[in-house]
């Protein structure tokens, strides 16, 4: 669309009075801009979401089995709940010492705030080459197993609802339960079109690239 707009000879001044009235470029019309744009990135057609629509050919049996894990004895959708896969709040996974990440204290200063960070959607997390907000593990597989260690070793401030989850069924997620949870979050959520880079999910080719 943009190469056709500026093939015509249209400047981002003619661009901006076609979509808001009039040729003046703002801070708020950029944000709106962007914002609308965004609205329309929804990743929405996983395997989960056509398996949920009623498709029982959209998921394999590993993946149902790991998504029973996921709502079950894995208990990870107490915080990535179904939909968005977060509940946007934010919480401190013992990952760091808070003296070196303190997370959301910084930006509130209360104390309850100390190394929390809000809950990511898992929405293409399979696509993603680190993980966690410190970029401190690179598969799912080395989440899983941190989750089912009950969280990390610093206590300060650490998510009460963060349990060890190594011991037997039905309260534990023994290693075939964890593989099967690996693999429904790095696969059944991932929208093909985001892996593809197919439209809307597109994007040109950086100069650099």
Same mark, same amino acid.
């Given at each position: 669309d943009m190469a056709a707009a500026i093939a015509n000879g249209a400047t981002y001044p003619? =661009?901006?009075a076609a979509a808001f009235g009039t040729p003046d470029i703002t801070a708020q019309r950029i944000a709106y801009a =962007?914002? @609308?744009?965004?609205?329309?990135?929804?990743?929405?057609? @996983?395997?989960f979401d056509q398996f949920l629509a009623g498709n029982p050919a959209a998921m394999t049996q590993q993946q149902i089995n790991g998504m029973n894990v996921f709502h079950g004895p894995g208990r990870c959708v107490i915080c990535h709940r179904w939909g968005l896969f977060?509940?946007? =709040?934010?919480?401190?996974l013992g990952l760091r010492p808070i003296g070196e990440d303190a997370g959301r204290q910084e930006v509130t200063n209360l104390a309850s705030d100390a190394g929390r960070?809000?809950?990511?959607s898992l929405r293409n997390v399979g696509l993603r080459g680190t993980l966690m907000h410190n970029g401190q593990f690179t598969t799912i597989t080395q989440v899983v197993g941190f989750y089912i260690g009950?969280?990390?070793p610093f206590l300060l401030n650490k998510d009460p609802q963060l349990?060890?989850?190594?011991g037997p069924p039905p309260?534990?997620?023994?290693?075939?339960?964890a593989a099967d949870l690996a693999v429904f979050v790095s696969t059944a959520l991932t929208d093909p079109r985001v892996a593809a880079g197919l439209p809307p999910f597109d994007r040109p080719t950086l100069r650099s690239q």
């Open positions: 003619d =661009l901006f =962007l914002a @609308t744009y965004q609205r329309t990135l929804k990743p929405d057609q @996983t395997p977060s509940n946007r =709040l934010y919480h401190n960070f809000k809950t990511p009950g969280g990390g349990i060890p989850l190594n309260g534990g997620v023994p290693p075939q339960a």
